[in-house]
């Protein structure tokens, strides 16, 4: 059923989209099924979760760490890990530099924008973002590359409400684009919809989705 639904996801995706199978909660063997059918990006909400399915899953996999991060966290996957979304804070993006320059690595990341209307969702405010990227502070950090911006819509089926939600960061990533020129931060992902959502995210100009549910089935509550 896994290697079916990745089948059936992938085909609607343009050549331009990555797919990132979120399989926090799920049993080693459920990844290893997405392996066998070609899946090499998986997202992970807990660090040691992801540390242990690291351990013993084929090491060309790009683990990607999707969850709300806890900086005294950040040292027990900075070997391995590809890509950290949800960046919110300029303290966290000096803590990964910090511990990617002990193993020698540049590590991507994502900073999130609050595009919500959910007070539940993390994530720093446009301003915010555009006042990190041009800090001195910011430029110092030579361990990391931020590789673009990740947003989380509100959980709503007001298809005008999200396409507006969507349509705000697409602009924003844009113009940041545009303006940057700065060699840690190369923007070239736009990190945006989830099972219930990333159709409509594509058509706003997303190049990353986020998919769990539609591939795993529901997930595992721990």
């Given at each position: ?13 343009p ?6 199978a ?12 997405a ?6 990006v998986?997202?992970?909400?807990k ?50 530099n ?13 900073l999130?924008?609050k ?13 915010d973002?555009?006042s990190?990227?041009?800090s ?7 361990n990391?590359?931020v590789?673009?911006?990740?947003g989380?819509?509100?959980f ?22 545009e ?15 989830m ?12 190049t ?7 591939i ?7």
């Amino acid at each position: 059923m896994i290697q079916e639904n990745l089948k059936k996801i992938k085909a609607t995706l343009p050549n331009n989209v990555t797919l990132v199978a979120v399989s926090k909660t799920k049993p080693v063997e459920d990844l290893q099924d997405a392996y066998d059918a070609g899946q090499r990006v998986f997202g992970e909400n807990k660090i040691q979760e992801m540390v242990d399915k690291f351990d013993v899953l084929p090491k060309d996999i790009q683990w990607h760490m999707i969850g709300h991060l806890q900086s005294n966290k950040v040292k027990y996957m900075a070997h391995f890990v590809n890509l950290i979304h949800g960046v919110d804070k300029l303290k966290t993006l000096k803590v990964i530099n910090k511990e990617a320059k002990k193993h020698n690595r540049v590590i991507n990341c994502l900073l999130q924008a609050k595009i919500a209307e959910e007070d539940s969702k993390f994530g720093l405010s446009f301003a915010d973002i555009d006042s990190i990227l041009h800090s001195d502070d910011f430029a110092a950090l030579e361990n990391i590359n931020v590789a673009g911006f990740m947003g989380m819509a509100t959980f709503t089926s007001d298809e005008n409400q999200l396409n507006n939600e969507f349509s705000s960061l697409k602009k924003f990533f844009d113009k940041q684009k545009e303006a940057i020129e700065l060699s840690n931060c190369n923007l070239e992902i736009l990190s945006m919809g989830m099972s219930g959502d990333y159709p409509l995210a594509i058509e706003n100009g997303s190049t990353m989705v986020r998919v769990g549910s539609a591939i795993f089935g529901s997930r595992n509550y721990n």
